[in-house]
């Protein structure tokens, strides 16, 4: 396995999405993951552009979310908005985003 691989299973994209989002083929997303050979350089910039969306989701969720009257069970209510840039159509990015997203929430409890 390769750390493009391990990119890849973070956001939750299979192959196929990876390929139409990243505008490469199937055959050179399989190549990316299972090899050392590495993508070009705008492949990794478009995973650090999701990254950041991701990121940038997490934190907005979480900090909409009212601190002083949050309770546990909220967490299992967390709902995100991925920005538009990002395919709506990919669940994996928005888990991703919303397990963040609960992850800082819960810090609360800790």
Not at 73 to 83: G, H, I, K
Not at 84 to 100: C, I, V, W, Y
């Amino acid at each position: 396995m390769s750390n493009f691989s391990d990119v890849m299973d973070y956001l939750g994209l299979s192959q196929d999405e990876a390929a139409r989002v990243l505008n490469s083929s199937a055959d050179e997303i399989v190549r990316w993951r299972n090899t050392n050979e590495a993508p070009p350089l705008h492949i990794w910039q478009s995973l650090v552009q999701m990254l950041d969306d991701v990121r940038r989701s997490a934190e907005e969720a979480a900090k909409s979310a009212d601190l002083d009257h949050l309770e546990a069970s909220d967490l299992n209510r967390v709902t995100l908005a991925m920005p538009s840039q990002m395919s709506s159509d990919l669940a994996g990015p928005k888990r991703a985003a919303t397990a963040l997203a609960v992850a800082t929430l819960a810090r609360v409890f800790v």
